[in-house]
């Protein structure tokens, strides 16, 4: 099948989707923290780190990322480009947007919080259908889920549950921000990706377009 962009077209945009999914990705990992009203699950372990050891979170977030990288190989688990720039971009804009906003949001109003928390979330979700929608390779936690389904034979729901409660679990232990934004988080990311990806990957939206026309055509 011919793929949905002209050759000359396809890297150059592939690479533009995902850096700016790397870069939004960042950005809303900050926005959630200053929230203050919850972090998603391996951010309240990344966090959990940072208060123990006094390490800026966005270098822990590195750090854990190769941590999860070393996991990969007994699943053989190959990483890919995307892998590689996931595990670093993401922690270096944090550090450097967190950085710049400084203690300037920590007597906002909770509306404002609130609005914080809810645009972290969306954008989050549109960052990973970025970066996704790129065909780079996963990033290091979502390859390692994938690896444990494939060599497992359990399903993505059982693997994936196992890994976030565990990382949650050992982030609140370590002092991380257990709240109504991560129970927020886990129950919206799901379907925001799913809605999103057809937005940053031909692929999918081409698969989306046929699956509606036929089911125009169904009696």
Not at 44 to 63: C, D, E, K
Not at 179 to 208: E, N, S
């Amino acid at each position: 099948m011919r793929s949905p962009l002209p050759p000359g077209r396809a890297m150059p945009q592939r690479l533009l989707k995902l850096f700016l999914g790397l870069i939004a990705y960042g950005v809303s990992m900050v926005m959630m923290l200053q929230s203050d009203l919850g972090l998603m699950p391996w951010d309240v372990l990344h966090q959990g780190i940072s208060l123990q050891g006094g390490w800026p979170m966005g270098r822990v977030t590195i750090a854990v990322s190769f941590a999860v990288l070393l996991m990969w190989i007994p699943i053989r688990q190959k990483p890919g480009f995307g892998t590689l720039c996931n595990a670093i971009v993401i922690g270096l804009v944090f550090d450097l947007v967190n950085g710049w906003i400084g203690d300037r949001l920590v007597d906002a109003p909770l509306a404002f919080r609130m609005a914080l928390l809810v645009g972290g979330i969306v954008l989050n979700g549109a960052a990973t259908a970025a970066y996704l929608g790129a065909h780079f390779g996963p990033g290091p936690r979502d390859g390692l889920m994938t690896g444990l389904v494939r060599r497992t034979g359990r399903s993505v729901r059982l693997v994936r549950t196992i890994i976030e409660g565990s990382v949650l679990l050992s982030g609140f232990l370590l002092g991380g921000t257990l709240g109504l934004g991560t129970v927020a988080y886990m129950l919206l990311i799901g379907p925001l990706i799913q809605a999103m990806l057809p937005w940053f990957d031909p692929r999918v939206r081409m698969m989306t377009t046929a699956g509606a026309a036929c089911a125009d055509r169904s009696p």
